[in-house]
């Protein structure tokens, strides 16, 4: 069952230990054939994680702007999304239509990702989902426009969140990780995958 929180539906230990370090090894996998990096920003910032993507599109971000891309900067199309990531769109979302980018976040402990709107995809009314992996977060939820009062919750490796319905344009990030909270990850950190329909 999921519980609510400002829309968001938030599935506590949605994959259970096996399936987490099944899917953190099809990570690795991606990450060996897309290399992690750090985007820049337009405000001339790096992000503090560090990303890639599988699908069709990755996810991109330097001065020119935040934009879909076909390619990894190394200029190799991206890796399909795994089987096993889109088992889990479907058992979240049960919408037929497929995801295009599976967005790889690999936060070090000292990375964290700022409050914002995922808008840069086609059609607001797919959902976005995201998985965490490893060390715990610390999920900050805000509102559809910036401002405002925000809610926070502990994501934990196993847990998906579903960014849908009224909820698809609301503020969210995070805020810090916790580092040595989960024994997952052998060097420590968080991954996140965020899956979204793009066109
Ligand atoms: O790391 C997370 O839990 C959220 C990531 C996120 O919001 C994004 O990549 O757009
Ligand atoms: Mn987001």
Redesign the pocket.
Known sequence: MALTLRGFDIYKEFLDRTAQEKLADTVRDVVRKAPLFRPDTPYGKPMS?R?TAAGIYG?YADKKGYRYVKAHPNGRPWPAIPEEVLEIWDRATGLARKPECC?V?Y?APDAR?GL?Q?RDEADFNWP?V?V?LGDD?L?RIGNITRGGKTESIW?QSGDV?V?GGAARLTY???DRIKPDTSTLLPKGG?I?L?LRVVK
């Open positions: 994680v990303m996810w967005l976040n936060y990702m914002h995922d976005v995201s965490s977060a999920f994501l969140v960014m969210h990030g995070v968080r996140n965020t």
